[in-house]
């Protein structure tokens, strides 16, 4: 059965700094993963989605995503976090046939000046 | 192109009661989902529709029921509604039923039961 890991439920850095938002997956058949991103009394918004095509997947407002079998790893990063990416992180698998997507616990992630 | 909508955004019920909450798909999706998003419960899958049919359901006891209508909007209902319901409830749509497929997710119906 499909998981996700989200090590960290709570991350805060500088403005400026390098993002880091840690996934790990488990899934006994080469997965469908996603980031969605939600802002404070809002829906989900999809981030980024890994389909195979490319281990590095480029997102939305500046966030990619790194696919590591080896690791079974889906970290997200950013390179100059943003006040505006303040917000929680949600890492996905998609189960397959089954239609359904697999939720991480979630990370909130802090921007201070 | 509108994205998926959700009705009402809040709802405030009493235990006992039920529930009726509404999401229209973007347009051309055929699938929606249900989630719930409980405090300290994260993100649960609820239901699948597809073409009218259920095709999956979570873990949630039968009291949570809904249904698809032929112009593929859904209605997701909670009978006997108890205070644990309290939650957002999102709605998504994908394009098709391929499990691949991405998601895209409505803003939500928050939920209360006092």
């Known amino acids: 059965a499909q998981s996700v890991t989200q090590l960290g439920s709570h991350v805060s850095v500088s403005e400026g700094a390098l993002v880091l938002l840690r996934c790990n997956y488990s899934s006994s058949v080469p997965p469908y993963l996603f980031w969605y991103v939600q802002y404070p009394n809002q829906g989900l918004q999809l981030l980024l989605k890994?389909?195979?095509?490319?281990?590095l997947v480029k997102g939305i407002n500046g966030f990619e995503a790194e696919f590591k079998k080896s690791e079974t790893s889906f970290h997200l990063t950013k390179p100059s976090a943003h006040m505006s990416d303040a917000a929680e992180y949600f890492c996905a698998v998609s189960d397959g046939g089954y239609n359904k997507l697999i939720f991480g616990a979630g990370t909130r992630l802090a921007v201070h000046p | 192109e509108a994205g998926v909508t959700q009705s009402p955004t809040h709802l405030i019920k009493t235990r006992g009661q039920q529930a009726t909450l509404r999401c229209s798909p973007i347009s051309g999706h055929t699938s929606v989902y249900w989630y719930q998003q409980a405090l300290g419960l994260g993100l649960q899958f609820l239901l699948w529709y597809d073409e009218g049919e259920e095709r999956n359901r979570g873990n949630f006891p039968p009291r949570f029921s809904g249904r698809q209508f032929p112009n593929y909007s859904s209605e997701l209902n909670v009978n006997a509604l108890e205070l644990e319901d309290s939650a957002l409830y999102l709605c998504?749509?994908?394009?098709?039923?391929?499990?691949?497929?991405?998601?895209?997710f409505g803003p939500g119906t928050r939920l209360t039961v006092l």
């Open positions: 890994y389909t195979s095509a490319a281990t």
């Open positions: 998504a749509s994908s394009l098709a039923r391929e499990g691949t497929d991405t998601q895209y």
